[in-house]
């Protein structure tokens, strides 16, 4: 169900954010939505409402992983190379690797804080 879902979920952003001038923005806006969102739902959702591990798998594997691409990325990486296009080249691989790791982190970053304000708004 949740690759279902993530596969659509992928398909309808990239109706959104097509390639323009032999730029993928697509593929970049889906893994790096999927980086911010994974550690989110890893180290935030799972803890706060207990969800199963079936659940998270189902999310984190399943939907995240049908939307996020590693198969799309490694063509626009081929295809911007095969083009000669190495300016873009350069900035599709830098945002990607680079901008999905400050990604991860900021997904960690807004876990914590949600987590910390859990614990703050409970009485101890």
């Not at 596969?7 to 999927?34: C, D, H, K, M, Q």
């Not at 594997?61 to 198969?71: I, N, P």
């Not at 081929?78 to 999905?100: E, H, P």
Request: glycine residues 10%; contains cysteine; hydrophobic residues 45%.
């Amino acid at each position: 169900m949740g690759a279902f879902i993530g596969s659509n979920l992928r398909y309808v952003e990239s109706l959104i954010f097509t390639t323009s001038g032999n730029f993928p923005w697509g593929t970049i806006v889906a893994n790096l939505s999927g980086a911010f969102l994974l550690p989110f739902l890893i180290h935030y959702l799972q803890d706060r409402y207990k969800l199963s591990l079936q659940t998270i798998l189902s999310l984190s594997t399943g939907l995240l992983g049908s939307y996020t691409t590693f198969s799309t990325f490694t063509a626009d990486t081929y295809r911007l190379f095969q083009s000669n296009s190495i300016g873009y080249l350069a900035v599709y691989l830098t945002l990607t690797l680079v901008g999905g790791f400050i990604c991860a982190l900021l997904g960690n970053y807004w876990a914590a804080s949600r987590a910390f304000s859990d614990l703050a708004g409970r009485k101890l």
